[in-house]
Structures are given as C-alpha cells and as structure tokens.
C-alpha cells in the first residue's frame, strides 16, 4: 500500500519561506518519478514542480527562481523549498508518486 504523507506547511508572511516534505512508503521510491501539486480555493489543480528519478526537474513558470524541488533517495523523501512566498501561493500542497498516488495534502497560507 503506497503512502505519501506531507509535512511543513503553515502560515508564513509574505516574503518567507517554507520547506515542504513528502516521505513515501510502499513504492521504490528511487526509481519514480515525484511531483508536488497545489490547489487553491476555486481553483484547478496545477503542477508545481517535478523531479525524474534521474534528478532532473521542472518548476513552474509562477515558481521558478522561488522553489526548488529536491529528493533524498536514501530517505524516501522529497523536498519544495519555498523562498520569496507570495500571497497567490496560498493553497494546498499535495505531493504525487509515480505519476498515480497523492498525497493528503499541507496547506500552506501566505499572509501579513
């Protein structure tokens, strides 16, 4: 049974930063591709960032310069570093494995 629990997420002021986790069970994490999502209030889910199974990753146009994703194989974890947080990146944030399995979610709020 793949599990996908997240962590790290609250309220920060504007210009902040967060580091999201996500740690993954059931699943050989090594070998898959992961991804954070986020979705806010009245709005679609959309992609955020991703990262292959070789390292190579992809942010977001409204995020890059500001996130980083990373993964540590040996932990089964993979990280969103947030910096320079901007109200419009309150929502939730949900990470994904292997193109199929979510996470429950962290919410993460962006106000003075």
């Known amino acids: 049974q793949v599990q996908l629990v997240e962590s790290g997420g609250g309220l920060v002021q504007p210009g902040g930063s967060l580091r999201l986790s996500c740690v993954a069970s059931?699943?050989?994490?090594?070998?898959?591709?992961m991804a954070w999502y986020r979705q806010a209030p009245g709005k679609e889910r959309e992609l955020v960032a991703a990262?292959?199974?070789?390292?190579?990753?992809h942010h977001a146009d409204s995020v890059k310069g500001r996130f980083t994703i990373s993964r540590d194989n040996a932990k089964n974890t993979v990280y969103l570093q947030m910096n320079s947080l901007k109200p419009e990146d309150t929502a939730v944030y949900y990470c994904?494995?292997?193109?199929?399995?979510w996470g429950q979610g962290t919410q993460v709020t962006v106000s003075s």
């Open positions: 994904k494995a292997a193109g199929t399995y």
């Open positions: 059931g699943i050989f994490f090594s070998t898959n591709g």
């Open positions: 990262i292959t199974s070789a390292h190579i990753t």
